[in-house]
């Protein structure tokens, strides 16, 4: 029933995949410390001149004077690049590692946690990817990096299950609609929790001290519109994530809605999602106090994926 | 929402505004004020989430009642006074209620007005130009050699084409669109209102039965067949359609190897049903996710068990019972069950008695019988026996799994109770009698309930998603175009633009298309650099 051989090259291919996502955090934070100059240094001339002759003039003009510690030393190795480079490879392992996964146990790759989990950084890397390429939020990198490592080594040291088949009452094709849609819903709130978490450490000092992490972060304003945004992406998502919930309890329960704490949860999590939609629009509220509201709601959203499951016996408690 | 009471600008002026006479009215002015604003919308919205966090952590009646039950048993003051804040109903509480209403008649009173203004806004002509269209977020400028009214005739078509609506004042065009932005807010929200009423008119006209049938038994679709029934409060049972179902076989399936040994990989029930006495009877493959639709109703496999059969004889050598007995399991993962069994009919002496079922018997180190894996492999049962009165002649209603030992007296006891396997009998201390263990049935645990909210829910929720991905998409803009004659025959056209929620690429689209209609005209002025977009 289940391929032994795909599952063993599932589980290097999740290794190598966070492999790589680590390679790409060091990268990105490489950039951070010594790509620094391109940016902190010279900000408006490099722009300018760029669009005039190319990157490699900026290399050449050495800006000194308004960096004392750079000694003229050129930067041999585009770290940057490098990252998104890895992060992109990354991305492709893991997404084979999904693959062999669902091939392995022959079903959607999502039915525990270990899957969810795997599941859910995809989605948020996959988000990342697309932001990066329509909007250049490579800023976004590192911090998304480290939740994804640390997200992924928890599922496999602590989550791990082998693959298998199903229970009964997720033999359903709901499964691919609902569970990816929660998962993909997941995968964005985490990439504007990511957002929100740096709005405030922004918002919260005047000027970004120069060498800083935050120093490549775009301004607070930015940052509050970019989550903003995100959080309208993935809002419609969780709602129909939950409405499919609700079609699928139907068949599998006998009711479309019985407050299972999962449902609760995931009806809590909306309420304070909308809470953060109105009060963005609410004098008074918006700025910290609504950026607030929203990492409450993604503290719902957690407690939702791992409390949940864990600690409160119900009809969702598929946890391993 | 007394809370936000204080601070609220409104306050101090309705009662000044109003002579005393009138006082009533100004302050249900005032409080309508508040209960509809957003921040008294933002705490509901909040106090409602809040209000679920109990649901999730205490145990409910409604969804598990023998659990309250175990919690008023481990918890003897402290439950009494948790049931009084109904905390073990949190979702049919008064509070909860009253919570959720103020909610919805203050999400009513918000969008009812809007929606009424947005109305008027439909109807009405994109707003006038503003003076300096330089001074908006998006502004351009530039000259043209065609003149101001075919600069503007040019603008209308554009507009047009990119559907916008638009409207001729007298040196400007003015042209609004996006509206659809409204349009779905509103309905999303309406659709929540909608979602509500049906989820309680559903809740209000359903009802829901839960019945155990074992194999070879049936069940019909009556009040009287149900173990246990909740009918709405505008329920009948007149309205129950007249079906008659039969369990003809039940087969589970679980995992026989690996760490997840045991994990049930598949239920299936194979039942007969027939609607009403005319019609002809029908197979169905009843699953999980695999309901039967009769008449309206549902028919939903839950759960499963075992019902081990019995044959007991009296201490005058009668049979006194013989059947399939269901009982409960205790344990999910290896069905390992226990069950009691009544035989008021034994003589001379009434005969009961507690039994544990495993259904794949193993010793454990300390040599007791445990089951090791949930299906039947090696079915084994222990009975523990009284005697005397099963007090089942007072009249009182008793459990089924429940022997009232009151007036018993053990039989066999502790260590002296021995498993037994399939075929074997149990002999009786002092002549009461035996026991045989024939074997056992399976039985399935069956819902049927009939909800008429559930397909407007359906349709309410999928229209409120509609609704909020157009809010989201739709961007509200206003772009005005102003020509005027300049000095040289020539034309100044300014255009300005305002979007909700940021500027947009399409308004330097629409300058662009602009500045390709106009150069036609065909004058030797040469083009000049390239028209300078203003950015005051």
Known sequence: ?320 | MSVDAPEAQAAPQAPRERPAGIGVLGWLRWGWRQLTSMRTALVLLFLVALGTVPGSFLPQRGLAPEKVTTFFQQHKTLAPVLDKLSLFDVFAAPWFAAIYILLFVSLAGCVLPRAKHHLVQLRSRPPRAPRNLGRLPEAASYETDAAPDEVLAEARTILKDRRFRVDAYDDAVAAEKGYLRETGNLVFHVALLVLLFAVGSGAAFGYKGNVLVTEGEGFSNTLASYDAFKGGRSFTASKLPPFTVWLDSFSASYLPSGPNRGQPTNFSAKIRYQNGLKSAVKSYDLKVNHPLNVDGARVYLLGHGYAPRFTVKDGKGQVAFQGAVPFLPTNEATYASEGVIKVPDAQPDQLGFIGLFWPTAVPNQQGKVVSAFPAAWNPQVALFAFRGDLGLSNGAPQSVYRLETAKLKPLLMGNKVKPLAVGQTLQLPSGAGSVTFDGYRQYVTIQVNHDPGRVPALAAGIVAIMGIVTSFLVRRRRVWVRAKAAEGGRTVVQVGGLTLGGATPDFQAIVERLKMAAPEEPRSTPPDEPPNTDEE
């Open chain 1, 1 to 320: 029933m289940v391929d032994t051989h795909l599952a063993n090259l599932s589980n290097q291919l999740m290794l190598g995949a966070v492999l790589l996502y680590v390679v790409a955090m060091v990268g990105y934070a490489a950039d951070i410390s010594f790509g620094r100059r391109r940016v902190a240094a010279v900000p408006q001339e490099a722009k300018v001149l760029v669009g005039a002759g190319g990157p490699e003039t900026v290399e050449d003009v050495p800006e000194a004077k308004d960096e004392p510690e750079g000694e003229g030393e050129r930067r041999k190795v585009d770290w940057g690049r490098f990252a998104i480079l890895l992060n992109v490879l990354a991305w492709g392992v893991h997404g084979a590692e999904i693959v062999t996964r669902g091939m392995a146990a022959d079903r959607v790759p999502w039915g525990n946690m270990y899957e969810f989990v795997s599941a859910i950084t995809f989605a948020a890397v996959t988000v990342y990817l697309v932001m990066l390429w329509r909007y250049k939020t490579t800023w976004l990198g590192p911090f998304l990096m480290v939740a994804v490592v640390i997200a992924l080594g928890i599922a496999t040291i602590w989550l791990y299950d082998d693959p298998g088949p199903l229970r009964p009452a997720l033999h359903s094709y709901w499964i691919a609609i609902h569970v990816t849609a929660a998962v993909t819903a997941t995968g964005i709130f985490t990439v504007a929790g990511v957002a929100t978490i740096l709005y405030l450490l922004k918002a919260s000092r005047t000027a970004p001290r120069p060498g800083g992490l935050l120093e490549r972060v775009p301004d607070a304003e930015t940052l509050d519109r970019i989550s903003h945004r995100t959080m309208m992406f993935g809002f419609p998502i969780w709602t129909f994530a939950i409405i499919a919930g609700a079609i699928w309890a139907d068949s599998a329960w006998g009711r479309y809605w019985g407050w299972d704490p999962k449902e609760t949860w995931s009806f809590i999590t909306w309420v304070v999602y909308a809470g953060y939609l109105h009060a963005r629009a609410t004098a008074g509220w918006r700025g910290r106090k609504a950026a607030v509201i929203s990492l409450i709601a993604f503290a719902c959203l957690l407690f939702n994926f791992f409390g949940i499951n864990y600690l409160v016996s119900g009809l969702h408690s598929y946890a391993g």
